[in-house]
């Protein structure tokens, strides 16, 4: 107990040194201080992480313009945002829109949709046309991860009408 | 008297700790659905497969993350659903995704397997009521 306090009491005045010694390492390249930094932030994530949409495929014609998009994660767990624990994330989908910079929280719009509690799906509408979605995974802060957790960008055709039940996925890899 | 009196408070304490052990289940939004989205039902399969868990109208979260409206896969193969009210087991037959996984690659000896999903809270505990899959029978061959 009384190593526990010692180490407790010992924390703060290691985060200052190690602040201090890392404010002194700054000062030698003041450029490139700031990415270093940024890059501390992110939270880490395994190189064989990656995300995809298991449903609907690149090319897909849907009929109706609501449907579900299914998100799948291997090697890489989901938790809601706010939770820190180490290899998880949650999806953010992109819609008709280019991936968002990776050092920043991913924006909060109708291009940008979050999924913070931790959702593995959702039930999109897009008017008809053709759409691109895409997955990245953002940390407990929506921040991408290290390196970042993305999938391919599809393109899909809406077409207007009511939604049939989508048929059988096929067999993933 | 006395032994009467003693009687009443035992059963009023019971009284009292009855709807605090079955408030302790986590619920679920009610529009919540846990499936199988791969394999499927009678489903005829060569070697080891990825099972898809599906997860409808809730989140997912690591076990030990207590957050409403969120839980944990667990996939049962060959067994029935365990008691609803207790941890659910963790042995081969009763598989943890405490990380929040929501896929897992399954290797299974050629033949006739079950598969179900049961949902688990922070605690790895179901949720009142419990939410599980349909269970389905897969063919694994050679």
Do not use: C
Request: aromatic share 4%; charged share 15%; net charge positive.
């Amino acid at each position: 107990m009384p190593v526990l306090r010692r180490l407790l009491l010992l924390t703060p005045a290691l985060t200052l040194a190690a602040r201090h010694a890392l404010a002194q390492g700054g000062t030698h390249d003041h450029a490139a201080a700031t990415p270093a930094a940024a890059s501390q932030g992110r939270a880490k994530a395994p190189r064989d992480a990656y995300v995809y949409i298991g449903w609907p495929q690149d090319g897909q014609v849907i009929n109706g313009t609501r449907f579900k998009v299914w998100f799948g994660t291997r090697n890489f767990g989901v938790a809601p945002a706010g939770v820190a624990t180490p290899n998880t994330g949650h999806h953010h989908l992109l819609v008709d829109t280019p991936m968002p910079p990776l050092d920043q929280p991913i924006p909060n719009d109708r291009n940008h949709l979050h999924f913070g509690l931790g959702q593995t799906e959702t039930m999109l509408e897009l008017p008809p046309g053709t759409h691109t979605l895409q997955l990245v995974m953002g940390d407990a802060d929506h921040v991408p991860h290290d390196p970042p957790v993305t999938s391919r960008r599809i393109t899909i055709q809406v077409r207007p009408g009511r939604a049939v039940p989508p048929p059988p996925p096929a067999p993933p890899q | 008297m006395m032994p009467k009196r003693r009687l009443l408070a035992i059963a009023t304490s019971l009284l009292l700790l009855a709807p605090a052990a079955y408030a302790q289940l986590r619920t679920m939004p009610e529009t919540a659905r846990v499936y199988i989205l791969w394999p499927s039902d009678g489903q005829v399969i060569r070697g080891a497969f990825w099972v898809r868990m599906g997860l409808a109208d809730a989140g997912i979260a690591p076990a030990g993350v207590e957050k409403a409206n969120t839980g944990h896969h667990h996939l049962l193969i060959d067994v029935d659903l365990p008691p609803l009210d207790q941890p659910i087991p963790n042995d081969r037959n009763h598989l943890h995704f405490g990380l929040g996984q929501t896929e897992a690659r399954i290797d299974l000896p050629p033949g006739r397997h079950t598969l179900q999903l049961l949902l688990g809270d922070e605690t790895h505990t179901p949720h009142q009521p419990p939410l599980h899959s349909r269970r389905i029978t897969v063919t694994v061959t050679p």
